[in-house]
Every structure is written in C-alpha cells, then in structure tokens.
C-alpha cells in the first residue's frame, strides 16, 4: 500500500522551509501531494497559477512529489487522494494554537486522517513566505530563503 500525504498551504511563495518539510516527509511516506490553497482567505501576492508553476519549477525532479490546488474542504481533498496524513509546519510556540485547531477540526471531518507536525532545520525556523514577501518587497536580499525561481519571481513582482 502506497502511503500518501498531503503537504497543504497558501505557498505565496514556496520558501527553503516548505522545500525542508517536504524532504523530511519523504522519509516515512511514500507520496507527498503538496496542496496548494485556491480559495485561501488570504490575498496573496502570486495567483494560485503562479504559486503552483513555482512549486512546479523548485520541486522539479524530486521523486514522490506532486502539486495540485484545491479548493474546499482540505479533509475531503485528502480523502479523494487516499491520503491518510496531513503534514504541516510547527516553526514556534506562536503556530500551536491555530495548528491544532485545524488538527482537530480536520479529525472531525475525516477521521482516519492524522495530522503530522515537523520542525523545520533550526535555521529555516525563523522563514515564513510573508517574511519573504515584505523583505522582497523592500529591495533586501532573499537569496539565502527561496530558489532562485521564486527569487526572480519576487523581483518581478517589486520592480523599483
Ligand atoms: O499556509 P497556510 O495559509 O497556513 O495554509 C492554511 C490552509 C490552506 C492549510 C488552511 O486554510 C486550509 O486547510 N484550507 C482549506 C479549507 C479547509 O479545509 N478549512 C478547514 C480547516 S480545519
């Protein structure tokens, strides 16, 4: 039996941290379907379209791996993909209490589905893609955090 997870997020953009959780996932699953939020309640910077072609593009070539959106219930996305766990992110204390009500709410929906919590390499603990987005967005330098596809991206995005 293959055993599939499911990475879900906004990925606005993908980041040296998400790239780290889905590596450290391959090691005890055999499928990762990063799910990429359609109707996130977030106004994000790059369009769903673009958010998955980065995706695309950073993850190219990593065997297991693949990006799809979705839009609805994350719990009935998992479901359709014989996905039994959702893996996300636990970077600081701060991320517990929204982590673990979506952990809940998730079980409810779908019993059968485990949420997983990984902690990042320590010297990614610190990313977030909003972090990435506003030193992007001031002429810093985001080099050390995301593919150089996403950093050409960004620069796209915040021609001075
Ligand atoms: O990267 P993010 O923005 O923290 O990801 C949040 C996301 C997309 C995982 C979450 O908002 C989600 O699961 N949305 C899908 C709708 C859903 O299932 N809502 C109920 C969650 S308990």
């Not at 950073?58 to 014989?82: H, M, T, W, Y």
């Not at 809940?104 to 972090?131: D, G, K």
Request: no cysteine; aromatic share 8%; proline share 4%.
């Amino acid at each position: 039996m293959t055993r599939n997870a499911v990475y879900p997020g906004s990925f606005d953009p993908v980041t040296h941290g998400h790239e780290d959780l889905i590596r450290r996932s391959l090691r005890f699953v055999d499928q990762v379907i990063v799910a990429v939020a359609a109707d996130s309640s977030k106004q994000t910077l790059f369009s769903l379209e673009e958010r998955v072609a980065l995706l695309e593009s950073v993850l190219d070539g990593i065997p297991g791996v693949s990006v799809r959106s979705f839009d609805g219930l994350l719990a009935e996305f998992a479901r359709a993909n014989d996905a039994l766990v959702i893996i996300r992110g636990l970077r600081a204390v701060s991320d517990f209490d929204y982590e673990s009500q979506m952990a809940l709410m998730n079980r409810q929906l779908f019993p059968e589905l485990e949420t997983v919590f990984l902690v990042p390499a320590v010297h990614l603990s610190y990313l977030s893609s909003s972090l990435v987005r506003e030193v992007a967005s001031l002429g810093g330098d985001v080099g050390d955090f995301v593919h150089p596809v996403v950093e050409k991206a960004l620069a796209q995005k915040f021609i001075r």
